[in-house]
């Protein structure tokens, strides 16, 4: 195992630590450090930039060779984080304890140390692993926004009051969607210099506004959660087969969640975010795929394409059919037909 000890704050300084301990050198631009692992440590690189106010973020998108082990014990109160794992497994535990925790993907945890105590965080061999740290100086952060924090949890109000870390803090859970599209649009964006700076900043107040909504959302029962966790994607796309697989079935959009697991709010929220269609919208544009189809290529008739594919009535269907493409059923196959015998001639 290589382990890196990193004894200095802020961003800056912790970069130079881990750059020295790998024996290269981390480069510069506009504030953002970054530096790309040596061969024969493994593959990848690890960013890293501060901003006014306390807040800052690391990015770790690793490959390595050995397991690693950063060693965050720096002697002075700790940034408090908020670690996000996008790819791989991560492991932490606070410096004065043996506790670890597993943080896996599309896991996030929130953590703080106590007194001058650090933090461990440990990196598999052979996996690669992809790591966004969102990390704030409780201190420098609440003289930056001068505001009182009355209106947020009052388990995140004792957190960020904690300015001299008197207690330690975890708690983990899984990130929501809107959280991941943060991420992603943070690794595709290409622009440079001040550019970046700005963007990265935004982000990171984003990624903290949206992590302390999801935070106060996690403490709801788990069936009244509303906010759509990256790791219930597979519940989205498994709604998305059932509606494909029995278009001619009427379930509401409450019979659908349930079926799946989730609530109806949530299942909304991912068709949202992923089709920008409602639920119903989806069905009415899968329905009519399927109208279509049926109607070029079979010789049913416009009744029975009705019955098969779940619309009240004939009429029904011919009125959402010219919503969608301008004329009546019967009529788009009749031209249908003209334009495939006038091929032939």
Do not use: W
């Not at 440079?192 to 903290?208: I, S």
């Not at 899968?286 to 098969?308: A, P, W």
């Amino acid at each position: 195992m290589i382990t890196i000890e990193v004894n200095s704050l802020p961003i800056a300084e912790v970069m130079s630590d881990i750059s020295e301990a790998f024996n290269t050198k981390a480069q510069e631009n506009c504030g953002e450090y970054y530096l790309d692992l040596p061969k024969d440590i493994g593959e990848g690189y690890i960013r890293g930039i501060s901003f006014d106010g306390g807040l800052g973020i690391m990015q770790y998108d690793c490959l390595f060779k050995q397991d690693v082990e950063f060693c965050f014990t720096v002697n002075e109160v700790h940034p408090l984080k908020f670690l996000y794992c996008l790819e791989g497994k991560l492991r932490h535990r606070f410096e004065n304890s043996d506790e670890d925790h597993n943080i896996a993907q599309y896991q996030e945890a929130i953590v703080a140390s106590d007194f001058l105590n650090g933090h461990i965080l440990s990196f598999d061999a052979g996996s690669r692993t992809v790591i966004n740290s969102l990390e704030i100086s409780r201190k420098e952060f609440q003289k930056k926004i001068q505001c009182n924090l009355v209106t947020m949890n009052e388990t995140l109000q004792d957190l960020f009051n904690d300015t001299d870390a008197s207690k330690s803090f975890y708690h983990d859970g899984f990130y929501s969607l809107k959280l991941a599209d943060l991420f992603r649009e943070m690794q595709s964006f290409e622009n440079k210099d001040f550019l970046r700076k700005l963007f990265l900043e935004g982000k990171a107040y984003q990624m903290l506004t949206k992590q302390i909504l999801q935070f106060e959302d996690d403490l709801s029962e788990i069936g009244n959660r509303s906010i759509l966790r990256r790791s219930e994607i597979a519940q989205i796309e498994k709604a998305v087969q059932l509606i494909k697989g029995r278009l001619y079935q009427s379930d509401t959009v409450e019979a659908i969640a349930q079926e799946v697991g989730l609530n109806a709010n949530k299942l909304q929220e991912g068709f949202q975010n992923l089709y920008g269609l409602t639920v119903n919208r989806f069905i009415q544009k899968e329905r009519l795929n399927l109208i279509k189809d049926l109607i070029l290529n079979t010789n049913y008739s416009i009744s029975e394409i009705s019955d098969m594919t779940g619309i009240s009535s004939k009429s029904y269907l011919s009125k959402i059919f010219r919503e969608e493409y301008g004329t009546s059923p019967s009529e788009y196959r009749k031209h249908f037909v003209e334009s495939l015998l006038n091929r032939k001639k």
